[in-house]
């Protein structure tokens, strides 16, 4: 017969919940900030085209 497992507390819901959204938070910055400095012409890190016709 099937055992039912024991329910994981509010606080490590909680704390793994803040983990994700911290994770996705950084990432949001990190994609927010590369977009930035596109636009602005000062990436180094990034290789785009300008000004291309056949895009």
Do not use: D, G, Q
Not at 3 to 16: D, E, Q
Not at 37 to 44: D, E, F, G, Y
Request: hydrophobic share 35%; no cysteine.
């Amino acid at each position: 017969m099937a055992v039912p497992k024991k329910r994981t507390s509010k606080s490590k819901s909680k704390l793994r919940k803040a983990k994700w959204k911290r994770k996705a938070y950084k990432e949001a910055e990190k994609a927010l900030s590369l977009a930035k400095s596109v636009l602005t012409n000062k990436s180094k890190s990034f290789i785009y085209i300008k000004n291309h016709k056949n895009l």
